[in-house]
Protein backbone atom coordinates (compact mmCIF):
# COMPACT_ATOMS: atom_id res chain seq x y z
CA UNK A 1 0.00 0.00 0.00
CA UNK A 2 2.70 2.64 0.97
CA UNK A 3 4.63 1.63 -2.61
CA UNK A 4 1.38 2.81 -4.49
CA UNK A 5 0.62 6.23 -2.40
CA UNK A 6 4.86 6.80 -2.87
CA UNK A 7 4.68 6.79 -6.11
CA UNK A 8 1.59 8.82 -6.43
CA UNK A 9 3.16 11.59 -4.18
CA UNK A 10 6.38 11.22 -6.53
CA UNK A 11 4.09 11.83 -9.41
CA UNK A 12 2.65 14.88 -8.27
CA UNK A 13 -0.50 13.51 -6.51
CA UNK A 14 0.62 15.81 -3.10
CA UNK A 15 -3.14 14.61 -1.64
CA UNK A 16 -1.48 10.98 -1.56
CA UNK A 17 0.88 12.17 1.08
CA UNK A 18 -2.27 12.25 3.45
CA UNK A 19 -2.25 8.27 2.81
CA UNK A 20 1.38 8.61 4.90
CA UNK A 21 0.07 11.45 7.77
CA UNK A 22 -3.01 9.49 8.87
CA UNK A 23 -0.98 6.03 8.72
CA UNK A 24 1.93 7.31 10.43
CA UNK A 25 1.06 10.15 12.46
CA UNK A 26 0.22 7.89 15.91
CA UNK A 27 3.40 6.60 15.94
CA UNK A 28 5.51 9.18 14.70
CA UNK A 29 3.99 10.74 17.98
CA UNK A 30 4.89 8.49 20.71
CA UNK A 31 8.11 7.96 19.74
CA UNK A 32 8.87 12.15 19.49
CA UNK A 33 6.81 11.99 23.08
CA UNK A 34 9.45 9.75 24.10
CA UNK A 35 12.12 12.04 23.28
CA UNK A 36 11.36 15.28 24.17
CA UNK A 37 8.43 14.82 26.83
CA UNK A 38 6.68 17.85 26.09
CA UNK A 39 3.37 17.09 23.84
CA UNK A 40 3.34 20.70 22.04
CA UNK A 41 7.30 19.74 21.37
CA UNK A 42 6.12 16.65 20.17
CA UNK A 43 3.52 17.64 17.78
CA UNK A 44 6.26 20.34 16.03
CA UNK A 45 9.02 17.36 15.65
CA UNK A 46 5.85 15.00 14.11
CA UNK A 47 4.86 18.39 11.76
CA UNK A 48 8.36 19.03 11.07
CA UNK A 49 8.87 14.92 10.32
CA UNK A 50 5.79 15.08 7.82
CA UNK A 51 7.74 18.28 6.17
CA UNK A 52 10.85 16.81 5.93
CA UNK A 53 9.75 13.41 4.56
CA UNK A 54 7.72 14.61 2.03
CA UNK A 55 10.35 16.88 0.57
CA UNK A 56 13.01 14.11 0.36
CA UNK A 57 10.38 11.83 -0.49
CA UNK A 58 12.83 11.83 -4.05
CA UNK A 59 15.40 10.24 -2.02
CA UNK A 60 13.63 7.64 -0.72
CA UNK A 61 15.43 4.06 -1.43
CA UNK A 62 12.97 0.84 -1.46
CA UNK A 63 15.59 -1.18 0.13
CA UNK A 64 13.75 -0.43 4.03
CA UNK A 65 10.59 0.49 4.64
CA UNK A 66 8.61 3.83 4.66
CA UNK A 67 7.72 3.30 8.11
CA UNK A 68 11.62 2.47 8.81
CA UNK A 69 12.90 5.84 6.97
CA UNK A 70 10.04 7.75 8.54
CA UNK A 71 10.85 7.18 12.20
CA UNK A 72 14.16 7.69 11.71
CA UNK A 73 13.72 11.09 10.69
CA UNK A 74 11.47 11.37 13.75
CA UNK A 75 14.26 10.28 15.77
CA UNK A 76 16.52 12.75 13.73
CA UNK A 77 14.50 15.47 14.36
CA UNK A 78 13.31 15.30 17.78
CA UNK A 79 16.98 14.95 18.58
CA UNK A 80 18.10 17.63 16.62
CA UNK A 81 15.12 19.62 18.51
CA UNK A 82 16.64 18.98 22.06
CA UNK A 83 19.84 19.96 21.14
CA UNK A 84 18.27 23.48 19.12
CA UNK A 85 16.53 23.82 22.52
CA UNK A 86 20.01 23.09 24.61
CA UNK A 87 17.70 20.93 27.17
CA UNK A 88 19.50 19.85 30.02
CA UNK A 89 18.20 16.02 30.03
CA UNK A 90 18.76 14.92 33.82
CA UNK A 91 19.82 11.56 33.51
CA UNK A 92 18.23 8.96 36.43
CA UNK A 93 20.63 6.50 37.81
CA UNK A 94 18.70 2.82 37.27
CA UNK A 95 18.50 1.08 40.85
CA UNK A 96 18.76 -2.10 40.24
CA UNK A 97 16.14 -4.31 41.87
CA UNK A 98 15.22 -7.42 42.89
CA UNK A 99 12.79 -9.81 41.45
CA UNK A 100 10.34 -9.26 44.53
CA UNK A 101 10.18 -5.51 43.50
CA UNK A 102 9.93 -5.99 40.54
CA UNK A 103 7.04 -9.37 40.55
CA UNK A 104 5.46 -6.13 43.03
CA UNK A 105 5.60 -3.69 40.52
CA UNK A 106 4.64 -5.81 37.62
CA UNK A 107 1.40 -6.94 40.04
CA UNK A 108 0.53 -2.99 39.97
CA UNK A 109 0.63 -2.51 36.34
CA UNK A 110 -1.59 -5.86 35.72
CA UNK A 111 -4.06 -4.26 37.75
CA UNK A 112 -4.28 -0.81 36.40
CA UNK A 113 -7.45 0.39 33.71
CA UNK A 114 -5.93 0.95 30.37
CA UNK A 115 -6.52 5.00 31.05
CA UNK A 116 -4.49 4.70 34.44
CA UNK A 117 -1.54 2.24 32.43
CA UNK A 118 -1.49 5.36 30.10
CA UNK A 119 -0.88 8.00 32.46
CA UNK A 120 1.87 5.95 34.13
CA UNK A 121 3.63 5.05 31.44
CA UNK A 122 3.32 8.75 29.92
CA UNK A 123 4.45 10.24 33.46
CA UNK A 124 7.47 7.25 33.61
CA UNK A 125 8.66 8.24 30.26
CA UNK A 126 8.53 12.01 31.39
CA UNK A 127 11.05 10.95 33.95
CA UNK A 128 13.78 8.97 32.48
CA UNK A 129 16.19 9.02 30.04
CA UNK A 130 14.98 10.34 26.55
CA UNK A 131 17.01 7.47 25.18
CA UNK A 132 15.57 4.33 27.37
CA UNK A 133 11.93 6.06 26.77
CA UNK A 134 12.57 6.11 22.87
CA UNK A 135 13.85 2.43 23.34
CA UNK A 136 11.19 1.37 25.24
CA UNK A 137 8.19 3.33 23.21
CA UNK A 138 9.78 1.52 19.96
CA UNK A 139 10.43 -2.19 21.30
CA UNK A 140 7.05 -2.35 23.71
CA UNK A 141 4.41 0.16 22.33
CA UNK A 142 5.71 -0.07 18.37
CA UNK A 143 6.42 -3.33 18.81
CA UNK A 144 9.87 -2.96 16.92
CA UNK A 145 12.45 -5.56 16.61
CA UNK A 146 15.88 -5.02 17.64
CA UNK A 147 17.28 -4.78 14.17
CA UNK A 148 14.13 -2.49 13.31
CA UNK A 149 14.91 -0.06 16.23
CA UNK A 150 18.97 -0.58 14.70
CA UNK A 151 17.61 1.10 11.67
CA UNK A 152 15.44 3.52 13.03
CA UNK A 153 17.51 4.84 15.65
CA UNK A 154 21.19 4.17 13.95
CA UNK A 155 21.97 2.49 17.76
CA UNK A 156 24.50 -0.51 17.69
CA UNK A 157 22.58 -3.73 19.01
CA UNK A 158 24.45 -3.59 21.98
CA UNK A 159 23.59 -0.25 22.54
CA UNK A 160 20.01 -1.06 22.21
CA UNK A 161 19.64 -3.62 24.58
CA UNK A 162 21.52 -1.58 27.36
CA UNK A 163 19.11 1.07 26.74
CA UNK A 164 16.11 -1.43 27.11
CA UNK A 165 17.75 -3.04 29.94
CA UNK A 166 17.94 1.02 31.63
CA UNK A 167 14.51 1.58 30.61
CA UNK A 168 12.89 -1.21 32.04
CA UNK A 169 15.14 -0.65 35.75
CA UNK A 170 14.45 3.20 35.55
CA UNK A 171 10.26 2.40 34.96
CA UNK A 172 10.37 -0.27 37.51
CA UNK A 173 11.81 1.91 40.17
CA UNK A 174 9.48 4.77 39.05
CA UNK A 175 6.86 2.35 39.69
CA UNK A 176 8.15 0.66 43.29
CA UNK A 177 8.21 4.57 44.15
CA UNK A 178 4.76 5.84 43.41
CA UNK A 179 3.02 2.57 44.01
CA UNK A 180 4.08 -0.08 45.91
CA UNK A 181 4.10 0.32 49.71
CA UNK A 182 6.71 -0.06 51.75
CA UNK A 183 6.61 -2.74 54.84
Same mark, same amino acid.
Given at each position: ????????????? %????????????????????????????????????????????????????????????????????????????????????????????????????????????????????????????????????? %?????????????????????? %???????????????
Amino acid at each position: MDTHYLNEVINGN %TNAFGYFIRTYQNKAFGIAISIVKQEDDAKDVVQNSFITAYSSISKFRNDAKFSTWFYRIVVNTALQFLAQRKRNVIKNEALELTETEKTACNAVIQKMHQDDLKRLIKTVFSKIHSKQALILQLFYIDELSI %TEIEEVTNFTKPNIKVLLHRGR %TSFYDIVKKQHIKKP
